[in-house]
Nanobody, 118 residues
Framework: QVQLVESGGGLVQPGGSLRLSCAAS????????MGWYRQAPGKQRELVAA???????NYADSVKGRFTISRDNTKNTVYLQMNSLKTEDTAVYYC????????????WGQGTQVTVSS
C-alpha cells in the first residue's frame, strides 16, 4: 500500500521559515522522483519543487533561492525547507510521487496547510 504522509505545516510570519516533511512508503520512494506542489484558494495546483532519485532538483521560479527540496533515501522522506516566506506562499502543500516504471500514476499525500501572515 502506497502512503505519503506530510507534516510540518503551520502559521508563520512573513520572512519566517518552515520545513515540510513527507514520509513515503519504501516501495514507492525508492523508484520515484518526488515533488512538492501547492494549491492556493481559487488557483490551480502548481509544482513548487521536484527531486529525482539521483538528487537532481528543479524549482518554480517563484521559490528559487528561497526553498530547498531534499530527500533522505535512508528514511524514505522528502523535505521542503522554506525560507523568507511571503504571504503569497500561503497554500495547501502536497507531497507527490511521480509516475515511474513500477507505478504508472501520480500519488499524493493528504496535504498540509501553510499560512504566511502577520
Amino acid at each position: 500500500q502506497v502512503q505519503l504522509v506530510e507534516s510540518g505545516g503551520g502559521l508563520v510570519q512573513p520572512g519566517g521559515s518552515l520545513r515540510l516533511s513527507c514520509a513515503a512508503s519504501r516501495s514507492i520512494f525508492s523508484v520515484s522522483a518526488m515533488g512538492w506542489y501547492r494549491q492556493a484558494p481559487g488557483k490551480q495546483r502548481e509544482l513548487v519543487a521536484a527531486i529525482t532519485i539521483g538528487g537532481s532538483t528543479n524549482y518554480a521560479d517563484s521559490v528559487k533561492g528561497r526553498f530547498t527540496i531534499s530527500r533522505d533515501n535512508t528514511k524514505n522522506t522528502v523535505y521542503l525547507q522554506m525560507n523568507s516566506l511571503k504571504t503569497e506562499d500561503t497554500a495547501v502543500y502536497y507531497c507527490n510521487a511521480a509516475p515511474s516504471l513500477v507505478y504508472s500514476k501520480h500519488y499524493w499525500g493528504q496535504g498540509t496547510q501553510v499560512t504566511v501572515s502577520s
